[in-house]
């Protein structure tokens, strides 16, 4: 009975906690979708109290991913249950299991905290990884806001400039400038015959 306990036990662990990332694995931490349900429940708690339109919260961007959803669809969910505007920014420099509330007011004020960036600048970020969807693009990452570049997934791990092109509700769409931007040049590849046409010709001659 106690080994069944003890596996009982480990098994719930192992479903609520993961190595610590912090420490090197010496000890445990909760994981990021323990973190996002408990994190909801606050924000709801906290909406209930406030009368102001819009709240922006900050977590580590793990736990974002999971607050927003598929699409946004999590989030438009939440928002529809408390009647409020629910801004998420991912942050790697938050702790996993840490939380923060940078912004509580109307909605054109939080807006502005929570859109760091704004449609036609220009800005200078490091593609951090490629985009899960289409490897194709990378992602940036802008004071937490997370910016979807077009063409950037060959370019993760480096710092190049980029151009918002449009700003959705949890993203923005932005193009690279520069030389980046420039398409590699391939190689013609030889017509089928060419060779073997001037092979002929050769002969002939």
């Known amino acids: 009975v106690e080994m069944t306990r003890k596996k009982v036990r480990q098994g719930i662990d192992d479903f ?18 323990v973190v996002s349900s408990r994190i909801e429940q606050e924000i709801k708690n906290r909406l209930k109290q406030e009368k102001a339109e819009a709240i922006l919260v900050e977590v580590h961007h793990s736990v974002a991913s999971l607050l927003i959803g598929s699409n946004g669809l999590y989030l438009k969910k939440m928002e529809e249950e408390t009647g409020k505007n629910i801004f998420v920014r991912g ?10 509330v940078l912004r509580v007011g109307s909605l054109e004020d ?12 220009r800005y200078q970020v490091k593609i951090e990884e490629p985009h899960a969807n289409n ?16 063409g950037g ?7 190049v400039e980029v151009e918002i ?19 590699k040049a391939k190689s013609p590849r030889p017509r089928r015959g060419s060779r073997k046409k001037r092979l002929i010709a050769h ?3």
């Not at 939080?110 to 600048?121: I, R």
């Open 16 to 33: 609520l906690q993961q190595e610590c990332p912090y420490c090197g694995g010496k000890g445990k931490v909760l994981t990021a979708s």
């Open 91 to 100: 942050s790697e420099h938050m702790h996993i299991e840490q939380h923060r």
């Open 110 to 121: 939080v807006k502005k905290s929570a859109y760091p960036v704004e449609a036609g600048g």
């Open 135 to 150: 490897p194709f693009d990378g992602i940036a990452r802008v004071s937490g806001f997370v910016l979807d570049v077009v």
């Open 153 to 159: 997934g060959a370019f993760v791990g480096e710092t």
């Open 165 to 183: 092109q449009e700003i959705a509700r949890t993203y923005a769409k932005a193009n690279l400038l520069g030389d980046k931007a420039k398409p």
């Open 203 to 205: 002969d002939s001659s």
